[in-house]
C-alpha cells in the first residue's frame, strides 16, 4: 500500500525502533542499541553464535553450571522461586532447574512469543513445576506473580548479558533488580571476563561469519520494517577491542561513501564512517565483584571454571 506515488507505507514497526534508529543515525558517531539485534532472524543467529567455536562464553557457562549444583542447593535452600531475566530457551535453564528443584520458576522476557514457547517447552520437560512467565522489560519491572509472593526469590541471569550495558546502566538494572526480587533475594549472574585481545575479538568475529551476518541483520531489519534503503552490501562487520572502556565494540563499517533513506529521512556515510552496534564490556576479578556491589548485591560464591575465562557468581540482597 502507498501513502503517496513514491512513499511505501511502513507496517508493522515498533515505534521504539524507529526512534532508536533515527537518533541513533543522527549522531556524529551513528550507534543502534544492540537491543534490536533480535528479530527472528537475529535470535536464530545469536543461537549459531552460542555453538561456534570460538565463542567461549556460553560453553564455558554451562559446563560451570553442570559442575557446582551440590555447592548451589547448599547455598540456595529449598521451596525458591527462581525469576530468570531473559527466558529460558537454552540448556543453562534445565541444567538450574534440575539442580536446585525450586518451587517456582518465573521466566520474564519482552519477546511475548518466544517466552511463551520456552515455557511451555519449560513445563514439558519439568511436569510438576509451576511455571508462570511474566511478559516485560526487565528494565522497567512489572509486579511478580502473587503465586511466588512469599516464596525466598533466586534470580538467574546468564549469559553475561549485564555485559551487554554500560556499567552505570548495569549497576541501575542490578539495583533494580534487588528491589523487584525483595528481601533475603540471591542472584545468580554470570559475567564474561577480561582476558587476550586476540580470544577477545575472535569470539566476535568467527571465520563462519555468522557474528557478521548477526551484525549485518540489523541493516536488513531496518530495510524491511523502516522501509531503509540501506545498500547492506557496502557495509562490513567490525568487532574491535576498546580497553579503555573494557569491552569489545561491534561495529558495521561503510566500505564506500553511501546515502540512504531511513522512513523518508535521507543519511549519508563516508567510507570507513561506522554505525555502533554493540557493546560487551568485560570485566576483571574485582570489577564483577564491584559491579555487583554498586547494584545493591553481596557477593557470596563465586566459580570460574578451568581457564578461568567466564565467572558465574552468586550474590544476596
Ligand atoms: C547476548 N550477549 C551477552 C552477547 C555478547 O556476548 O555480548 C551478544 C553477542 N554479540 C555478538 N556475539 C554475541
Known amino acids: 500500500m502507498l501513502l503517496s506515488d513514491d512513499v511505501p507505507m511502513v507496517t508493522r514497526a515498533d515505534p521504539a525502533f524507529r526512534a532508536d534508529v533515527l537518533a541513533g543515525l543522527s549522531l556524529s558517531q551513528k550507534a543502534i542499541p544492540a537491543r534490536w539485534f ?12 552460542t555453538a561456534l567455536p570460538e565463542y567461549y562464553p556460553t560453553r564455558a557457562e554451562t559446563a560451570i553450571l553442570k559442575t557446582i549444583c551440590p555447592e548451589l542447593v547448599g547455598a540456595v535452600g529449598d521451596g525458591v522461586a527462581v525469576v530468570e531475566f531473559g527466558s529460558g530457551s537454552s540448556v543453562k535453564t534445565p541444567i538450574l532447574l534440575n539442580c536446585i528443584e525450586p518451587a517456582a520458576y518465573v521466566p520474564i522476557d519482552i519477546s511475548g512469543d518466544f517466552l511463551r514457547s520456552s515455557a511451555a517447552t519449560l513445563s514439558g520437560q519439568f511436569p510438576g513445576l509451576p511455571v508462570l512467565p511474566v511478559e516485560a522489560d526487565f528494565m522497567h519491572p512489572v509486579p511478580l506473580p502473587d503465586a511466588v509472593a512469599d516464596m525466598p526469590k533466586l534470580g538467574f541471569f546468564p549469559g553475561s548479558t549485564i555485559g551487554n550495558m554500560e556499567p552505570l546502566a548495569a549497576g541501575t538494572l542490578l ?3 534487588r528491589d523487584w526480587l525483595g528481601e533475603g533475594a540471591m542472584l545468580l549472574i554470570g559475567i564474561d571476563r577480561v582476558k587476550d585481545e586476540d580470544t577477545l575479538v575472535a569470539a566476535y568475529d568467527d571465520a563462519a561469519g555468522v557474528t557478521a551476518a548477526f551484525n549485518l541483520n540489523l541493516l536488513d531489519r531496518i530495510n524491511r520494517e523502516l522501509a531503509g534503503t540501506v545498500p547492506v552490501d557496502a ?11 573494557a569491552r569489545i565494540e561491534m561495529h558495521l563499517r561503510a566500505t564506500r561513501d553511501v546515502g540512504f533513506t531511513v522512513d523518508g529521512r535521507s543519511f549519508a556515510m563516508r567510507a570507513g564512517e561506522t ?10 576479578d574485582r570489577d564483577a565483584r564491584l559491579l555487583l556491589r554498586s547494584g545493591g548485591w553481596t557477593p557470596q560464591q563465586q566459580w570460574c571454571g578451568d581457564d578461568g575465562a567466564f565467572c558465574v557468581i552468586l550474590a544476596e540482597a
Not at 533480535?38 to 553464535?49: M, P, V
Not at 554505525?275 to 576483571?284: D, F, L, P, R, V
Open 38 to 49: 533480535y528479530d527472528r532472524k537475529g535470535s536464530e543467529l545469536f543461537e549459531d553464535i
Open 175 to 177: 539495583r533494580a533488580m
Open 235 to 245: 557495509f562490513a562487520h567490525e568487532a574491535r577491542w576498546n580497553d579503555d572502556a
Open 275 to 284: 554505525i555502533h552496534t554493540e557493546n560487551s564490556h568485560k570485566y576483571g
